[in-house]
């Protein structure tokens, strides 16, 4: 008779992922700096971009609020015990959701008419006093074109909302498409849509006192640190939080944001190749000269892209290589001819500390929040 085995409660596995807390805190107040007179909301949609959700909550716990996509991240978050103001960022998609979403006191983003519909139905059905008042935030479209009312309906869903009784404080927001680009002329049109739409809302003898204050969010990362006029009652943040570059053409290290995540492995292997010899599926990749190819535990199965070419930048025993061959599942190999003091058992940094992830994603043709929101469970994650 089979006998089942538990397993360890920590495997060991070469890759791991360091998260630091300190510098996650230093790109928060960082941030909270830049837009002082502003609330905060902390995006840790997406598992914190790749970073752990809760251990995000815990370490960002001066945010006034935190924002999430779907239900089951808002969920997660009270299962383990956040009690700060969560924000679901696309709102509640069916009666089931929206019934969830009031028991677990999450706030809502409002952003079409069936959202409406559904809020309106709701109160309709469950009876006054039964659902207690939540904050409810109107989203308006002002050219992203994705999610949001266009803002000459604004006034009718707002008019709408104010009338119900689960609806116990309305706040408006927007989204901005080209805030990372400080040359758009985008931003400003976007913002003067918004502060239009904001006068035609308030104008509304039925919202004028409970909008008085607007209590409108509009400023994301990017904006944050480069458009102070978008800075309002409330401020997003999202990737600069992780130690991302938001703005194109401007690295992390000019803005004063450090690295969250450090991304490593070990080299498994060492082989000395002849010239004309291949490494790798393909052979896609052939040496030169006599070189040393260093095998590195890592691959698509725990997060890197296999768009990631030859060429591209690792960090081994602290000094710079470079990636040859084609990404496997498991394994990449990395040309460590002029790093003689290579062996196996080395470290392999492959983003982070000492080689920002906004590099190693442009490599791949992607941006760092894909990289950063790939990374696998098989990745042992170390909060430091």
């Known amino acids: 008779m089979a006998t089942r085995m538990s397993a360890p409660s920590q495997i060991p596995t070469p890759i791991v992922a360091r998260v630091s807390l300190a510098a996650w805190q ?170 239009s739409a904001i006068k035609e809302i308030t104008s509304a003898s039925s919202l004028r006192d409970s909008l008085a204050s607007c209590h409108a969010g509009l400023a994301n990362s990017a904006a944050i640190l480069q458009f102070p006029s978008t800075h309002r009652d409330w401020v997003r943040a999202g990737i600069a939080l992780y130690g991302s570059s938001p703005i194109v053409g401007r690295s992390a290290e000019f803005l004063g944001l450090k690295p969250v995540m450090t991304l490593s492995s070990r080299v498994i292997a060492l082989r000395e190749l002849s010239p004309g010899q291949s490494v790798g599926y393909g052979a896609s990749w052939r040496a030169s000269r006599r070189s040393r190819i260093a095998t590195v535990a890592a691959g698509y199965a725990d997060g890197l892209l296999r768009s990631l070419p030859s060429g591209a930048p690792v960090l081994v025993a602290g000094r710079r290589a470079l990636l040859v061959g084609r990404l496997s599942m498991d394994m990449i190999t990395v040309d460590v001819t002029d790093l003689h003091d290579v062996l196996v058992g080395s470290e392999v940094v492959l983003w982070g500390e000492g080689l920002p992830v906004d590099e190693v994603a442009a490599a791949a043709g992607t941006i760092a929040y894909e990289l950063l929101c790939a990374v696998t469970r098989r990745v042992a994650f170390q909060y430091l």
């Open 26 to 195: 230093h790109n928060f107040a960082l941030l909270k700096a830049a837009a002082p007179q502003s609330r905060f909301l902390a995006v840790i949609k997406a598992n914190a971009y790749g970073h752990g959700a809760i251990e995000a909550a815990q370490t960002l716990a001066g945010a006034d609020a935190f924002g999430v996509a779907r239900l089951g991240e808002g969920v997660e978050l009270r299962a383990a015990g956040v009690t700060k103001p969560i924000v679901l960022m696309e709102g509640v998609f069916s009666s089931t959701e929206l019934a969830l979403a009031l028991r677990y006191e999450l706030d809502l983003v409002v952003h079409d008419e069936t959202q409406v519909v559904m809020l309106e139905e709701r109160a309709r059905t469950a009876g006054a006093g039964v659902d207690a008042p939540r904050v409810v935030w109107l989203k308006l479209d002002t050219g992203m074109s994705r999610l949001g009312f266009a803002p000459d309906r604004a006034r009718n869903a707002a008019e709408r909302l104010r009338a119900l009784p689960m609806v116990g404080e309305l706040r408006v927001m927007t989204h901005f498409a080209c805030a990372d680009e400080a040359e758009s002329a985008m931003t400003g049109k976007q913002l003067a849509r918004f502060d």
